[in-house]
C-alpha cells in the first residue's frame, strides 16, 4: 500500500511552526510578574492595548493602507481600529451575534467557491436557508450576479409584510444591524487562490454602502506570497520542528520576495473611498489570524474595522463576560511582534518555504496532470492593484492550487477513488459549494463538481511528485471510465 499522502489538509507542516521563538517568549514572559499577571488574568474587553498598538504598526507597515488615496507611503493603523480575537472562525460568529439579526439581516452573501467551514457557522447563527452563493472570476467576485440578488432581494422585503426592525436583538448603543453579510476571502482565497482586483474591492465597497451590507473578508493569507516565477535554484533545507530555524535555502532569503500587500484590503478601501465610510459604522470588516503564520493552536486573531465597530464587537457578551479571548498566548505574540521576531519569521522561514513548495508543487501538477487536461489557474496579472508590490510581476501566495477537471471527471467520485485506492487525500472541488444556496440573478449555482483542491502547505515537500503521479493514474482510469482517450506521462 503506498505511503499516506494528504493534499486536503489546510494546516502549515509543523516545520513551518516558530517553536523555538514561541518557547523563547513564553519564558520572556511568564518568568517576568509584571507581564505574567496580566497574562494570566481576564483580558480587556478589545484585548491587551500593547498587542493591539504591535499589530497595529504591523498593519500599517504592510498594508500601507491610505497611501494609494492620500499619497502617503506610511500611516501605522490607530489600536482604537483593531480588537483581538479568538482567531478568524469565532470572530465571525461573535460579529454575528452583534451584528445580525435573524428577523431583519435578510441574506449572507458568500462568494464561491467558498471557506466551506464557514457555512456552518452562518446557519448555527440562525441564517439557515439563506445562504446565497455568488460566483467569481479572475478578478473575484462577479458583482452583477450580487447586485441583481441584492436588489431582488430588498424588493421582495418591499412587497412582502416582513418588520422592517430588528425583532431578536435588543439596541444597544455599540450596536448597528446590517440589512446584507457578504462573506469573502478576497486575497489568496480559499479554495481558488483568486485575488480580488482594486477596481472590484472598490466597486464592492460602494455596492456595500448602498445596500447597508457589511463586507466580511477573511484576511488570512495576504502575508503569505512571493513571485509566481521559479526563483534561482538552491539545495533544499528544511526547518526541523523541534528548532524551527530558517527554512530558506542557501541564498533564498535574500531572494526579492514581497514586502508590502498586493493590493488594498477592503476594509482600507472602505476607509479612504470617497471621502471614507459612509456612517461611523463602516461596511467592512478584515478578519485577520495568526493560525497560518504562527500556528493553528495558537487561537489568536485581529478585526480591523472603523473604532465605533470595533468597540461593538468587543461588546460581544462571550467577550465581556469572559475577557478578550486568548489573553495568554496574546501575550507572547505581544512579545513576536515587539521584538520583530514574527517578522523575521515570516520573511525566511514562510515565504521562502512555502515558495519552495508552491513551485514544486506546481511543477509536478503541469508535468503529471496537465497533458490530462488538467487545468492550472495562473496567478493574477491584473495591473489594476496597490503600487506598495515590488515589482509588477505576477505574485502567487497562500496554501493552495485549484485545479479544473477533464470533462466528465466527478471530484466526489475522484477524491473518493485517490483514497480508497492510492491513499491519497485531496478534497474534492463539491466541498466548496455554499450550503444550501439557491440560485440568484438567473445564474444556476455550481456544485465545483469539476474541480479539485490541492495543499501544498501541509504534506512533506518530498511526496509532492509521487501525490500527483498517484491522483494522474486516478483520473486516468475515471477518464476510460468515461471513454476517453487517455495518456498518462509519469
Partial sequence: ????????????????????????ASAAVLSTPSLAAPALSYGPDQGALTLREQVGRWLGGFYYPNSLYTGEISNPVGSERICISGGASQNLACLLQTFTDVGYTRNVWMVAPTYYLACRIFEDAGFAGRLRAVPEDAEGVDLEVLEAGLRGCEQRERDGERVDEPTHKPPRPWRKIYKHIIYTTSTFSNPSSCVMSLRRRERLVRLARKYDALIVSDDVYDFLQWPAQPMSQSPTQTASPSTSVSAASPGEENQPFPTHALVPR?????????????????????????SKIVGPGCRVGWAEGTERFVYGLSQTASSRSGGCPSQLCSSFLTHLLSTNTLQTHIRSVLQPSLSRRYHALTAAVRTHLVPLGVELAEPSTT???????????????????WLRLPAGVRASELAKRAQEEENLVVAGGNLFQVS???AEGGVAVDDFQGFVRL???WEEEGRF??????LARVIGREMEGAGAEVRVTI
Fill in 266 to 290: 477592503i476594509v482600507d478601501v472602505d476607509r479612504y473611498l470617497d471621502g471614507g465610510p459612509v456612517d461611523e459604522w463602516g461596511n467592512a470588516m478584515s478578519n485577520g489570524s495568526f
Fill in 383 to 401: 495591473t489594476d492593484s496597490n503600487t506598495n508590490t515590488n515589482t509588477n510581476n505576477s505574485i502567487a501566495g497562500g496554501y493552495f492550487l
Fill in 455 to 457: 495543499c501544498f502547505a
Fill in 1 to 24: 500500500m503506498s505511503t499516506p499522502t494528504n493534499l486536503f489538509r489546510g494546516w502549515p507542516n509543523p516545520s513551518l511552526h516558530p517553536t523555538a521563538a514561541l518557547a523563547a
Fill in 465 to 470: 511528485e509521487e501525490a500527483v503521479v498517484r
Fill in 436 to 438: 444550501g444556496a439557491e
